[in-house]
């Protein structure tokens, strides 16, 4: 080390990132970290703090909000096998991650990018789009790889030994796991997807949502992540699953004025109706009661709440019949 340089690495609280870090720091290099989220996030934040105290290390918590739904409408690199919007995604994170490292001085950024380990975003064809228009072109470490990839500023500038990076690619995970066990570190989370816009079922109601809501909501974004989802005509009915989601559905349906119902001396769901004509409430109370403990075929009575509450009387929709309007 001629100079002890500075970098932001950009962790997720995996493995891999866990592991840049630590490479970073045994090399003398100081880091600092951030951590970025959207509404799609399944992410540990638990996990990431840890790795800071367990490093010490300050994290930088940023959220991409609206800005992230914004792209997702019209991503212009498209989208993966689902609705992730991965290149978008990184080089949106990138460019954040660019303007926060220009605030604490750290030149340089590094990230547990692993060289074809997703097929979509790391790639080298696509590593080289991110980090252009990111505008980090030889500006980005992926320790794990760096030996596979173009050299960097910070290895050309002498700081940072080429040699003593790794050569890692693919989809397997073992040569992560032997390095974690050679650096002692220990309890990482076990791989898993980490964001919903990769789940078929949860990227099913995003498409139906944008192809009749538009333009999304952050509020909206949460109330797609609960609950069973239908469509009766260009009406989106949430019908909740249990007592936790029911409290949420309730919850945002008391905070914006969603119309909302639930069935009347019975368990059962907290049914979400928005936009509801009168067959979309009709069918929507008919669900309400398919998902109570309320017995089948017998009319019973559920409250429908606007501005005021108001008594429907429903039995149970079909199965059949129900399946028409599930999303």
């Given at each position: 080390?001629?100079k002890r340089e500075k970098v932001l690495a950009l962790l997720s609280g995996g493995l891999d990132s866990t592991l840049a870090v630590r490479i970073m720091l045994d090399r003398g290099v100081e880091v600092e970290a951030v951590h970025f989220t959207t509404p799609f996030c399944n992410c540990d934040k638990c996990a990431v703090d840890l790795v800071g105290k367990e490093f010490d290390i300050r994290i930088h918590h940023v959220f991409l909000g609206q800005e992230f739904l914004d792209l997702l409408v019209d991503p212009p690199h498209g989208y993966g096998s689902q609705m992730?919007?991965?290149?978008?995604?990184?080089?949106?994170?990138?460019?954040?991650?660019?303007?926060?490292?220009?605030?604490?001085?750290?030149?340089?950024?590094?990230?547990?990018?692993?060289?074809?380990?997703?097929?979509?975003?790391?790639?080298?064809?696509?590593?080289?789009?991110?980090?252009?228009?990111?505008?980090?072109?030889?500006?980005?470490?992926?320790?794990?790889?760096?030996?596979?990839?173009?050299?960097?500023?910070?290895?050309?500038?002498?700081?940072?030994?080429?040699?003593?990076?790794?050569?890692?690619?693919?989809?397997?995970?073992?040569?992560?796991?032997?390095?974690?066990?050679?650096?002692?570190?220990?309890?990482?989370?076990?791989?898993?997807?980490?964001?919903?816009?990769?789940?078929?079922?949860?990227?099913?109601?995003?498409?139906?949502?944008?192809?009749?809501?538009?333009?999304?909501?952050?509020?909206?974004?949460?109330?797609?992540?609960?609950?069973?989802?239908?469509?009766?005509?260009?009406?989106?009915?949430?019908?909740?699953?249990?007592?936790?989601?029911?409290?949420?559905?309730?919850?945002?349906?008391?905070?914006?004025?969603?119309?909302?119902?639930?069935?009347?001396?019975?368990?059962?769901?907290?049914?979400?109706?928005?936009?509801?004509?009168?067959?979309?409430?009709?069918?929507?109370?008919?669900?309400?009661?398919?998902?109570?403990?309320?017995?089948?075929?017998?009319?019973?009575?559920?409250?429908?709440?606007?501005?005021?509450?108001?008594?429907?009387?429903?039995?149970?929709?079909?199965?059949?019949?129900?399946?028409?309007?599930?999303?």
């Amino acid at each position: 080390m001629s100079k002890r340089e500075k970098v932001l690495a950009l962790l997720s609280g995996g493995l891999d990132s866990t592991l840049a870090v630590r490479i970073m720091l045994d090399r003398g290099v100081e880091v600092e970290a951030v951590h970025f989220t959207t509404p799609f996030c399944n992410c540990d934040k638990c996990a990431v703090d840890l790795v800071g105290k367990e490093f010490d290390i300050r994290i930088h918590h940023v959220f991409l909000g609206q800005e992230f739904l914004d792209l997702l409408v019209d991503p212009p690199h498209g989208y993966g096998s689902q609705m992730n919007i991965c290149i978008d995604c990184r080089i949106l994170m990138f460019r954040r991650a660019k303007e926060l490292a220009g605030k604490l001085g750290a030149e340089y950024l590094v990230t547990g990018e692993v060289l074809g380990q997703r097929p979509f975003s790391q790639r080298p064809q696509a590593m080289r789009v991110i980090d252009r228009e990111a505008g980090i072109e030889g500006k980005i470490l992926r320790p794990l790889s760096a030996k596979l990839l173009p050299e960097t500023e910070l290895e050309r500038s002498g700081a940072l030994d080429r040699e003593s990076l790794y050569a890692m690619s693919g989809r397997r995970r073992t040569p992560q796991m032997n390095l974690a066990e050679e650096l002692g570190i220990k309890d990482y989370p076990c791989p898993s997807g980490g964001c919903l816009l990769t789940d078929p079922a949860f990227a099913r109601k995003l498409r139906n949502y944008l192809t009749h809501e538009g333009r999304p909501s952050l509020d909206d974004m949460y109330l797609l992540r609960v609950g069973r989802h239908f469509r009766v005509g260009e009406t989106w009915v949430i019908v909740g699953r249990n007592e936790g989601e029911n409290s949420i559905l309730l919850s945002a349906a008391e905070r914006s004025g969603i119309p909302h119902m639930s069935v009347v001396g019975h368990m059962g769901p907290v049914t979400l109706i928005m936009n509801g004509n009168d067959e979309a409430i009709q069918k929507s109370a008919a669900m309400t009661v398919r998902y109570s403990d309320a017995p089948r075929r017998t009319p019973v009575e559920v409250n429908y709440t606007t501005e005021e509450t108001f008594t429907l009387v429903s039995e149970a929709i079909s199965d059949e019949e129900l399946e028409t309007f599930r999303i």
